[in-house]
Nanobody, 126 residues
Framework: QVQLVESGGGWVQAGGSLRPSCAAP????????VGWFRQAPGKDREFVAA????????DYVDAVKGRFTISRDNGVNTVHLQMNSRKPEDTAVYYC???????????????????WGQGTQVTVSS
């Protein structure tokens, strides 16, 4: 069992930056893929970004490429999502997820992840 704890959400004006984090207390994520998903009111949960811990490979949905960066902090088993140039359409609850896919694979679909955090609200005002 992997516990994931998100933090760092909040409110920001359009064009501003936030950096939500996803921690795995007491757990080494060396063989895991870690992803961020988001869910806006009335919409399905969608893929945002992911990385594989072992090889630093990353993947981003087109809507955030060039604005968001996913990274890891080995020392504290934490994954960050640096969000720059925020847009109102980025407003959502952001969830981190972890899974152990075969090889160093990154999945964009929810069923590729076994563990989920509780979510952190991010609001971007225009």
């Amino acid at each position: 069992q992997v516990q994931l704890v998100e933090s760092g959400g909040g409110w920001v004006q359009a064009g501003g930056s936030l950096r939500p984090s996803c921690a795995a207390p007491g757990r080494t994520l060396g063989r895991y893929a870690v992803g961020w998903f988001r869910q806006a009111p009335g919409k399905d949960r969608e893929f945002v970004a992911a990385m594989h811990w072992s090889c630093d490979s990353t993947d981003y949905v087109d809507a955030v490429k060039g604005r968001f960066t996913i990274s890891r902090d080995n020392g504290v088993n934490t994954v960050h999502l640096q969000m720059n140039s925020r847009k109102p359409e980025d407003t959502a609850v952001y969830y981190c997820a972890a899974g152990r896919p075969p090889k160093a694979t990154i999945y964009r679909f929810r069923s590729g992840y076994d563990y989920w955090g509780q979510g952190t609200q991010v609001t971007v005002s225009s």
